[in-house]
């Protein structure tokens, strides 16, 4: 049998894009190996968001010249194909196969038929996965990701996802439904539904935003399983939602809800379409509505424009309206994005000092946050073991990105399987805990 390695860059989103081509090297027979010299083909699925994500992409293709050179077949997918699609001969003359996000659907045809160089490349609107895809699952029997919808209408300023990933297209409620069926039939517990937005999902196909339908059709499905919602624009998540996820049986409330900033200014700037006081209530809503929820967001830092005074704006909001999970990423100016050319340009030094300082601060909040915890009990999944320590996550921890929960356990604990534990320490972000 045929063996290929798989290399999976960037986002949640972009894993599954993997398991889908996996899917389809599965039809033409091929096994996985996760070492380079013993496989026939090794495939790189990229990402190109930001330039440090670029720089690796890059970095991780050139690697691949050297199995170039022992016969393998290179062949590079995703994001990184379609921003650059116009320099990839340049770059990398060695590579056999190059595949965008939009071609996936014909990704076989082009396998058998190419010849060195081949380049595919279209705009993404023209590949939506759908359940008939077959998906080799390479994230733990007990969790996984479904995307509802590719693409994205929001056309913040500094975003090149619209670019890479084209206009948002949503899978329907059935299709969605279906999958998430058989994956429940299959032993999964733990549904994370993602996209570029979920809180537009449907909107194209539906005529208004639709979360709300997909969530009450999901939450009938039988089963015992939970469903974390991901990638929640702030603006969008109404009343309603929170309602229904508050009485649901499933639905963990787990917001994750990229900010990006709270100065009002710097959101118009951004093209974001809300306000630092809609933030605050919004942020006061949830705190009300839910007697435990895990807020997550995250922020840009050194966006242009942003003076002294917006940062500590911003310094001073995360100390009154703290989150448990905290992302902050420097602004990058990205070619084709209106940000690339504003004036007010922050330096580089000052982007990092601002990321050193806000991290800081949070670090004290989180460890606030946590110690609160101590003495509570939760019902976690085990989800590794390093030496005599298992890794678990309960409702609070989305997978690969949040902290763990640590337990010290002589006793033998299998992945994937649910237990409660009662949390006796509280560090910075991580939490020990005691089987009960």
Not at 317 to 324: L, R, V
Request: glycine share 6%.
């Amino acid at each position: 049998m045929k063996k290929a390695r798989i290399i999976s860059l960037g986002c949640a989103k972009n894993l599954v894009d993997t398991e889908i081509l996996m899917g389809m090297l599965k039809e033409k027979n091929y096994d996985f190996t996760p070492i380079e010299e013993e496989a026939d083909l090794i495939l790189i699925n990229t990402c190109a968001f930001i330039s440090p994500a670029s720089k690796e992409t890059e970095e991780n293709i050139l690697e691949l010249f050297k199995y170039k050179k022992l016969g393998k077949k290179i062949i590079v997918c995703g994001c990184y194909v379609e921003r650059f699609k116009d320099k990839l001969r340049e770059f990398f003359p060695f590579v056999d196969l190059f595949v965008g996000p939009g071609e996936y659907e014909k990704f076989n045809i082009y396998l058998e038929n190419s010849s060195s160089q081949n380049i595919f490349s279209s705009p993404a609107s023209n590949f939506l996965y759908t359940n008939s895809h077959k998906r080799f699952h390479i994230t733990p029997k007990h969790w996984t990701y479904v995307k509802i919808s590719e693409g994205c209408n929001n056309f913040c300023n500094y975003c090149t996802i619209p670019q890479i990933r084209g206009s948002l297209r949503s899978r329907s409620i059935n299709d969605i439904e279906r999958e998430v069926r058989n994956l429940v039939d299959e032993g999964v517990k733990e549904v994370n539904l993602i996209a570029q937005d979920t809180t537009r999902y449907g909107e194209d196909i539906y005529g208004k935003p639709s979360l709300l339908e997909l969530l009450r059709i999901l939450e009938k499905i039988s089963g015992d399983f939970r469903i974390r919602i991901l990638y929640s624009y702030p603006s969008r998540l109404n009343n309603e939602i929170l309602d229904f996820i508050k009485n649901s049986e499933k639905i963990v409330p787990y917001f994750d809800i990229p900010l990006q900033h709270v100065n009002n200014n710097i959101l118009r700037l951004m093209g974001r379409n809300y306000t630092k006081e809609q933030i605050i209530d919004l942020w006061e809503k949830l705190r009300k509505t839910f007697k435990e929820c895990v807020l997550r967001t995250t922020f840009i830092l050194g966006f242009p424009g942003e003076g002294d005074k917006e940062f500590e704006e911003l310094l001073d909001f995360i100390e009154n309206y703290p989150f448990e999970r905290v992302g902050v990423f420097p602004f990058y100016p990205e070619v084709g994005t209106k940000a690339y050319n504003f004036s007010n340009q922050v330096e580089e030094k000052i982007k990092k000092q601002r990321v050193d300082i806000l991290m800081k601060k949070q670090q004290k909040i989180s460890k606030k946050l946590n110690e609160a915890l101590v003495g509570k009990v939760f019902e976690v999944f085990i989800e590794q073991k390093i030496n005599n320590y298992y890794l678990a996550r309960s409702f609070r921890e989305a997978p690969e990105v949040d902290p763990w929960i640590i337990i010290h356990d002589s006793n033998k604990l299998n992945i994937g399987e649910k237990i409660k534990v009662r949390i006796v320490k509280a560090g910075i972000y991580d939490l020990w805990g005691k089987k009960v």
